[in-house]
């Protein structure tokens, strides 16, 4: 029983719960016997050991990031450094990365559930209780939004395991996991601090905002669901509960937007940037642990140039690793149009710098200067940066899991989806009015959106997909936007219509510079841009689940 999903969270009832998060750059990290748990305080140290669930290296710092590109349409995966995950093609249900999250995500769940059992078997107040419970299901229903979307039904387990639990649960249907999420969330509207009345020593746990903010992200996931599996009379009732609990996130006056995009990406200004940030995974250097086991993230390793000093962290000259590109049509897009010198482009991508041997490097679609320079044909990410990266694995940078700039544009979506365009244009033209105010200079593009621009439900729902490439890229959106978003013949998701039908228009192949002709026409790293197959919708089961039990079954095509 090694690898099924039900023994880690019998150790976890015998052995411990691991208390790991940055709690106002502090860490907490020592182990907690479960039978050791007595007091409310102990209650506490096990639920910050809750997030250090996320934050783990099989949780959002490694695996997951390994894991999420590969799917994608606009991210380039380095085969040589990433191995199996360097190409779509090579992944099965054997990998051994699904394996680790799968397993991750349920130790997760078994933590929450454990903590709700001692926090209703030990004495302390009433509010205390509730709070504490609050965050637990927090974690569980977080837990199961991200299992629900990459694999689609999952057995749910909301008790602690003993020897009369059930071993081999059935996977229970993909509206009953949503029912499970949307329980565990609202528990939290109501029994969460604020982000205001949230004690110092608290911050980056869970608020009353990033419970309603999720139950708005869910709903509007489920609707989508509903969609897309012939259920629409079915989906308007969810649309209006992720349009009004995204009310209730705006209403509620506790997050605003960073004035300057590029200040949310400043790494020595992570925490002004929770006035915006409703809930984000935490990471703080670690001077203790250098491998990739440490406290701190490693994003700026993986999405900066291995030419790019005091970036990512690595080697003496603190380079990223190149391991995750931009396909270069993804980057031109947003530098046409209505994204014409629009900040975020400029803020969110790099495309020139200077290497350590101080000769300047450019990228697609830059024309080379005269000077000694170095050519790549793609783009880079540039929102993860950490000049003083202890290594490699030990970054400051956070991982913003919900802004209040998503929760805008979750608004405009479920409203578009109701009752069409014309109220949803002021809440999608909030992300526009502050794109315009670049860093205090004010610009004239990107323009406010209207009618004329998206007269129809399925053009606003384009315009919305697109604007949350921008706005949210390299923020782990992208994959659940293409397959849960319809595209505008109202039967397709996105993921369908980009891989089966948009990018095998584009010219194949990584643009190359000459100085005779410019860049060649080539606007994909073709590893990933493979034909469309119905089954990268989900994501396998791991085949070591269904060997340990029978009554799991595998997902479509896999």
Not at 41 to 49: E, K, L, M, Q, R
Not at 214 to 234: I, M, V
Not at 522 to 551: H, M, Q, S
């Amino acid at each position: 029983m090694k690898n099924s999903i039900l023994s880690y969270s019998l150790v976890l009832l015998l052995i411990t719960i691991n208390s790991c998060t940055k709690v106002d750059q502090q860490i907490f990290d020592t182990p907690t016997p479960a039978n050791a748990i007595k007091t409310t305080a102990d209650v506490d140290n096990a639920i910050i050991g809750l997030y250090a669930q996320f934050n783990s290296w099989s949780g959002f710092k490694d695996q997951q990031f390994i894991l999420y590109p590969f799917a994608d349409d606009l991210s380039s995966v380095a085969v040589n450094n990433l191995g199996t995950w360097g190409a779509k093609v090579n992944i099965n249900s054997g990998v051994g990365n699904l394996s680790n999250i799968w397993n991750r995500y349920y130790k997760a769940i078994s933590n929450a559930n454990a903590v709700i059992d001692y926090a209703n078997n030990i004495s302390m107040t009433d509010s205390t209780r509730a709070k504490m419970i609050a965050e637990a299901k927090f974690v569980r229903g977080l837990s199961y939004f991200y299992m629900v979307q990459y694999f689609g039904a999952v057995p749910i387990t909301t008790t602690v395991f003993n020897a009369d639990s059930d071993l081999k649960p059935k996977r229970s249907s993909v509206d009953s996991v949503y029912q499970q999420i949307f329980s565990d969330f609202a528990v939290g509207t109501t029994a969460l601090p604020t982000r205001s009345a949230q004690p110092s020593i608290e911050f980056n746990r869970a608020t009353r905002g990033a419970a309603f903010g999720f139950l708005s992200k869910a709903n509007l996931t489920y609707a989508n669901y509903l969609n897309l599996n012939n259920r629409t009379s079915e989906s308007n009732t969810f649309y209006a509960k992720a349009r009004d609990y995204a009310d209730s996130v705006i209403s509620s006056s506790q997050y605003s937007l960073i004035s300057d995009y590029a200040k949310l990406w400043d790494v020595t200004l992570e925490k002004n940037a929770y006035n915006e940030v409703i809930f984000g995974i935490a990471y703080t250097r670690d001077a203790t642990v250098t491998d990739i086991t440490s406290d701190g993230s490693n994003w700026p390793f993986i999405f900066n140039p291995q030419s790019r000093p005091n970036s990512g962290g690595n080697g003496t000259n603190k380079v990223g690793g190149s391991q995750i590109r931009v396909h270069p049509w993804f980057y031109e897009k947003y530098t046409k149009g209505q994204y014409v010198k629009d900040y975020r482009t400029e803020v969110s991508f790099t495309t020139t710098w200077i290497d350590p041997s101080a000769r300047t490097v450019v990228t697609f679609p830059l024309i080379p200067p005269a000077s000694v320079f170095l050519i790549e044909s793609q783009p880079y990410i540039n929102k993860y940066v950490d000049p003083n990266a202890i290594n490699s694995q030990n970054s400051e940078n956070d991982l913003f899991l919900l802004r209040l700039s998503e929760i805008y544009l979750i608004r405009a979506e479920a409203e578009n989806e109701i009752n069409g365009p014309a109220n949803a244009f002021a809440s999608f033209n909030k992300l526009r009015q502050r794109a315009r105010n670049a860093n205090g200079t004010a610009r004239t593009t990107p323009a406010d959106l209207t009618i004329a621009d998206a007269p129809t439900k399925e053009d606003m729902r384009m315009a919305i997909f697109d604007e949350r490439g921008l706005e949210l890229v390299a923020e782990f959106n992208r994959w659940f936007d293409l397959v849960r978003m319809r595209y505008i013949d109202n039967t397709r998701t996105m993921y369908e219509y980009q891989f089966g039908t948009f990018l095998p228009t584009l010219p194949p192949g990584k643009p190359k510079y000459t100085k005779a002709t410019g860049w060649s026409s080539g606007r994909t790293e073709e590893t990933n841009i493979i034909p469309y197959d119905k089954k990268y919708l989900l994501y396998p089961i791991p085949a070591n689940e269904i060997g340990v039990n029978a009554n799991i079954s595998q997902n479509f095509g896999w």
